[in-house]
């Protein structure tokens, strides 16, 4: 009997694990049934649609990324304050005199970029399988919803560092607000805080980017899946081909 | 309920008096240039004169919100990020941008000029003649760095 | 069904037989030889991507840095302005265009059109041989928006002139 199994009989282990261990067909599909974790996946799929070539793995890429970005950004939240009289001068000190601090700003760094790149690739990979047809519009509506949460996601990231970069890249991109017919101008003044990027910007960009929009995101991720488990096991037949 | 909420939250996320402005004050009328312009920061943006009127202009450039700068060699306002190009009074001359530069409304308090930065008056859209006959006096800023 | 007679199954009769689909849709199920148990065959695949995803992050923020330029400055606009690269293609338009067109319209297009696609694509049929205005509509779109980013990220420089990103590089990540 190996450690493991020994820990399992144990009356801890036989709290947690709620099944047995996974030896028949039917116990790792109990492993399903009885783990949280676990529990979204489908038992059994076909052979085709777990290969490389089906999916190109990118919408489990975008979640890891995605939990990289929660990981190193909960770090980065306990060295920044966001105030314009401060960030940009704890940004400098969590990259001089933090431990890895300079290693984590780019952890989160290039996850964003590549997390943008895994979503965008993500959707065109799935528009190629025609994978929003029926029964499946729904999910391709949240997915394209997903897309614009992770860009601005991105975006209200970018200004947060307070550097040149960030300043000018959001008064360039919030100033195409102003040119939304009729309410473009109020839009802008409530995204920014007033008239020019300033103070009242950086802490609702904050806002949104550490609090709003990642849960929004997570929200909809949740049921992206719920529907990918649902919908998705359907549509075997259809791609492959009616034989 | 849900339409409570939304009007709830848009009210209260309306940018706070202060954050969007207000009167700041600069120089006497006799300071400001009517040849040049006089850039005042404090005011983001630009004092000059035209006719006799004090033109008081935003820096902003109604195109995307970059800073433009005074182009003292043509004698023109010569925008970098999309090169857009306005006169000394901030009127449309080329370029992307959909109007001119827009000016502040300002009072003259105990012979200061005093513009207040949250009440902006819309540059004339394109197509509008421009006021004053200064054609670019010589070489562009802009041609200067591009190609 | 082939175990149970369905006839003889329970205290029910059957009456008849009806031709159609069920309410459920037209579900089959796989084959048996045709499927996988999800524990481990997809489990350790994703395992995989996701270690490799992580390794690929790990050695990409040894060697690069994170940018940090200066401290913002309202009064200085540095030449050029450049967008975040994911924006390098709207930045390029609308250079080209007036910005109601290029910072509303287009954008919007994009979206509205993405959310309407399952709804205006009726064709049910997923194999790409019998979707080719579908698929080369969408070929088009994806190639020239790639297309004015890597314009917009690489071959754009001071007041947004054209360089070749061999001889002079601005592009900012």
Same mark, same amino acid.
């Given at each position: ?25 039917? #116990? ?22 777990? !290969?490389?070539?089906? !999916? ?24 920044? +304050?966001? !105030? ?32 943008? +790149? ?44 307070? #550097? ?10 919030? !100033? ?55 919908d998705s096991m359907l549509e075997v037949d259809v791609e492959v081909g009616n034989e | 309920m849900a339409g409570a909420a939304v009007w ?35 005011m983001r943006g630009y004092l000059t004169e035209a006719e006799g009127e004090i033109v008081s202009l935003r820096w902003k450039c109604p ?46 308090? #105990? ?37 | 069904?082939?175990?149970?007679d369905p006839t003889t199954s329970s205290d029910q009769r059957v009456l008849g037989f009806v031709e159609g689909t069920p309410p459920v ?149």
């Amino acid at each position: 009997m190996s450690l493991m199994d020994s820990i399992r009989k144990s009356a801890v282990g036989r709290s947690i694990w709620r099944t047995p261990k996974r030896v028949t067909d039917r #116990d790792r599909a109990a492993a399903h049934w009885g783990n949280f974790f676990l529990h979204i996946y489908p038992v059994k799929m076909r052979r085709e649609q777990i !290969s490389f070539k089906w !999916s190109w793995f990118l919408g489990v890429a975008s979640m890891v990324l995605y939990g990289s970005l929660v990981a190193s950004g909960v770090y980065l939240m306990f060295f920044y +304050v966001p !105030s314009p009289t401060t960030a940009y001068g704890d940004i400098i000190f969590l990259q001089t005199n933090v431990a890895f601090g300079q290693y984590i700003r780019n952890i989160h760094r290039w996850s964003a970029h590549l997390m943008v +790149v895994a979503v965008a690739a993500h959707m065109a990979k799935m528009f190629y399988r025609g994978a929003y047809k029926p029964p499946r519009e729904f999910n391709w509506l949240i997915g394209v919803v997903l897309l614009i949460l992770t860009l601005l996601l991105s975006f209200t990231g970018y200004l947060l560092p307070w #550097d040149q970069l960030a300043y000018w890249a959001i008064t360039v991109g919030t !100033s195409m607000t102003e040119f939304v017919p009729v309410i473009g101008d109020t839009v802008r003044a409530m995204l920014i805080g007033g008239t020019e990027v300033g103070a009242q910007t950086l802490l609702r960009f904050y806002v949104l980017h550490v609090a709003v929009l990642p849960s929004l995101l997570i929200g909809l991720i949740m049921i992206h899946l719920w529907r990918w488990r649902k919908d998705s096991m359907l549509e075997v037949d259809v791609e492959v081909g009616n034989e | 309920m849900a339409g409570a909420a939304v009007w709830t939250s848009w009210d209260f996320l309306q940018p706070v008096a202060g954050q969007a402005g207000g009167p700041v004050a600069t120089v006497t009328p006799d300071a400001v240039p009517s040849e040049t312009v006089l850039e005042i920061p404090s005011m983001r943006g630009y004092l000059t004169e035209a006719e006799g009127e004090i033109v008081s202009l935003r820096w902003k450039c109604p195109h995307l919100g970059c800073k433009v700068p005074w182009c003292e060699s043509s004698g023109q306002f010569e925008c970098p990020c999309h090169g857009s190009v306005f006169n000394r009074v901030g009127e449309y001359r080329r370029g992307p941008a959909a109007r001119g530069m827009d000016r502040y409304e300002y009072e003259i308090v #105990d012979g200061i000029i005093v513009p207040d930065t949250s009440k902006i008056i819309r540059g004339a859209p394109v197509g509008t003649l421009e006021t004053i006959n200064e054609p670019p006096k010589g070489p562009e800023c802009l041609e200067a760095t591009s190609e | 069904m082939s175990d149970i007679d369905p006839t003889t199954s329970s205290d029910q009769r059957v009456l008849g037989f009806v031709e159609g689909t069920p309410p459920v849709g037209d579900r089959k199920i796989p084959r048996e030889e045709d499927s996988v148990m999800v524990w481990p065959h997809l489990l350790v695949r994703h395992a995989v991507v996701a270690l490799a995803v992580i390794v690929f992050v790990l050695l990409l923020a040894l060697f690069f840095n994170a940018p940090l330029r200066e401290m913002a400055n309202p009064t200085v606009t540095p030449n050029p302005e450049k967008a975040p690269w994911y924006f390098a293609a709207l930045q390029e338009l609308l250079f080209r265009f007036h910005p109601l067109v290029a910072g509303v319209l287009v954008p919007g297009a994009i979206i509205v059109g993405l959310v309407a696609l399952p709804f205006i694509d009726r064709n049910p049929d997923t194999r790409q041989r019998n979707r080719k205005v579908a698929v080369a509509t969408f070929t088009i779109f994806m190639v020239v928006w790639i297309l004015l980013t890597v314009i917009g990220f690489a071959f754009r420089g001071p007041n947004w002139g054209w360089v070749w990103p061999w001889l002079e590089w601005y592009g900012e990540l």
